[in-house]
């Protein structure tokens, strides 16, 4: 079956360090992919998308991924964390169109003062 | 501009009873989704409907049914409800529903008691 996982359940980093939150894919053809956040009580906000094109994607609030074919990765980036970063992140993918989305199963950032 | 809204904010229901839950798109937008997130889990896609039709319907009963108005809002109806039906219900807009990104709404907290 076609799915997303997000291998770390929580990740922690210092505030200002760089902080990745992991991803890969396991999707036939070419995926949307796509990094979604979401803040207690709140729904998901967008920060950026894969579709096709340059490898490297940016997006809102200082994040960027970047799409990784031979390793099937989609690992979000931010050079330097910040401590309202800390929320849930969720990977998500389309099969082939951004219709029906599957997300990830979420990873906890925390940034620490 | 006003994002994605969703009505109720939060629902208390008890188990055989029946929900709808509304969703307002972001001015523009004709394309909504509506997911269910169960608590520690990622979204998990419902329905997806596009100029009033529906484009497609996740693994869920037939329980759960929708439909979108001329004005492009949508309503997600939940029939003989269960006490596994508690979850935050998103809706999402995009402008199209193959490329365009999807848009999420605060969401609609169902407790069924």
């Known amino acids: 079956a076609q799915s997303v996982a997000q291998p770390e359940d929580q990740v922690n980093v210092a505030e200002g360090n760089p902080l990745t939150v992991k991803c890969t894919y396991s999707v036939s053809g070419n995926p949307y992919l796509f990094w979604y956040v979401q803040y207690p009580n709140r729904g998901l906000q967008f920060l950026l998308k894969y579709i096709t094109g340059d490898n490297l994607v940016k997006g809102s609030y200082g994040f960027e991924a970047e799409f990784n074919k031979s390793q099937t990765s989609f690992h979000l980036k931010k050079p330097s964390a910040l401590v309202s970063d800390s929320a849930l992140y969720f990977c998500?993918?389309?099969?082939?169109?951004?219709?029906?989305?599957?997300f990830g199963s979420g990873t906890q950032l925390t940034v620490l003062p | 501009d006003a994002g994605v809204t969703q009505s109720p904010t939060h629902l208390i229901k008890t188990r055989g009873q029946h929900v709808t839950l509304r969703c307002s798109p972001i001015s523009g937008h004709k394309s909504v989704s509506w997911y269910q997130q169960v608590l520690g889990q990622g979204p998990q896609f419902i329905f997806q409907?596009?100029?009033?039709?529906?484009?497609g319907r996740g693994n869920f009963p037939d329980r759960f049914s929708a439909r979108q108005f001329p004005n492009y809002s949508s309503e997600l109806n939940v029939n003989a409800l269960l006490l596994g039906d508690s979850a935050l219900y998103l809706c999402?807009?995009?402008?199209?529903?193959?490329?365009?990104?999807?848009?999420f709404g605060p969401g609609t907290r169902l407790l069924v008691l």
């Open positions: 409907y596009y100029e009033k039709e529906e484009r």
């Open positions: 999402a807009s995009s402008s199209e529903p193959s490329r365009g990104t999807q848009y």
């Open positions: 998500a993918f389309g099969a082939g169109s951004a219709r029906q989305l599957t």
